[in-house]
Each structure stands twice: as structure tokens, then as C-alpha cells.
């Protein structure tokens, strides 16, 4: 078990790809949000795509 890291949530937007425009894209369409308004809710909840729209959504 040493060494191990905790499994991060890879069902939102991710930071290390949301400099990919398709990425970025896929989720701005998906979201019906801008790439700003998203990396501001990546920034504030973190990349869970359920936290992410209800981020969105509370906006």
C-alpha cells in the first residue's frame, strides 16, 4: 500500500488536459458554459464533472 496515491475523479474536466481545445470544447458545449466560466469552476471545485455543473448551475 506505500507509495500508492489516491485515485483523483477523471469524470470532469481535467486541468492537465483542459489546455487541449477539444477538451475544453467538449466540455464548454457539454456545460452550455465559456472556457472562462470553466476554468473558473475547475479552479474553485476541483475537476468532478458533477461538481462542476453544480458550480455552473449555483451561477
Given at each position: 500500500?506505500?507509495?500508492?496515491?489516491?485515485?483523483e475523479?477523471?469524470?470532469?474536466?481535467?486541468?492537465?488536459?483542459?489546455?487541449?481545445?477539444?477538451?475544453?470544447?467538449s466540455?464548454?458545449?457539454?456545460?452550455?458554459?465559456?472556457?472562462?466560466?470553466?476554468?473558473?469552476?475547475?479552479?474553485?471545485?476541483?475537476?468532478s464533472?458533477?461538481?462542476?455543473?453544480?458550480?455552473?448551475?449555483?451561477?
Amino acid at each position: 500500500m506505500h507509495g500508492r496515491r489516491p485515485q483523483e475523479d477523471r469524470s470532469g474536466p481535467q486541468a492537465d488536459r483542459a489546455d487541449e481545445e477539444h477538451e475544453v470544447r467538449s466540455w464548454t458545449e457539454s456545460l452550455k458554459c465559456t472556457e472562462e466560466e470553466l476554468r473558473a469552476a475547475v479552479k474553485a471545485v476541483g475537476n468532478s464533472a458533477e461538481k462542476v455543473r453544480e458550480y455552473l448551475r449555483k451561477k
